[in-house]
């Protein structure tokens, strides 16, 4: 989504009372399924990271440190960004209702499944 003013820590923090949303940057996401099962993974297993946002971006980055992961994709401070929205579908619904509105954006790249999932099995062990 591409907005007239840039993404701050207020706004990020007033969305995802009820289902997981996430912003990230574009280019940290090379194809829109790698977004999806880090979400995943965050949602059901609340790790590495206490914040399950924070735990999408260190999936989505393949990092063990927060602070990397945070440097790779968050978007604070970008007029670009783009959000995503997990959990159960009336949560979803409330959560979209919510959030300002842009363009879709799904991105499609070469798409490994496994690339996320042995980072989580790595992770989980």
């Given at each position: 989504m591409r907005s007239d003013r840039p993404l701050d820590k207020g706004m990020l923090a007033s969305i995802g009372r009820r289902a997981l949303v996430v912003a990230v940057r574009p280019e940290s996401v090379k194809d829109w399924r790698?977004?999806?099962q880090a979400m995943a993974y965050a949602y059901t297993y609340k790790k590495p990271a206490r914040d399950w946002r924070i735990s999408v971006l260190m999936y989505l980055t393949n990092s063990d440190d927060i602070d990397e992961a945070l440097a790779a994709a968050s978007p604070i401070g970008s007029r670009e960004y783009v959000v995503a929205v997990y959990g159960e579908p009336s949560e979803v619904v409330e959560e979209v209702a919510e959030l300002?509105?842009?363009e879709p954006f799904y991105p499609e790249d070469v798409y490994d499944p496994w690339l996320i999932?042995?980072?989580?099995l790595k992770r989980l062990s």
């Open positions: 790698y977004l999806l300002p509105r842009g999932t042995r980072y989580a």
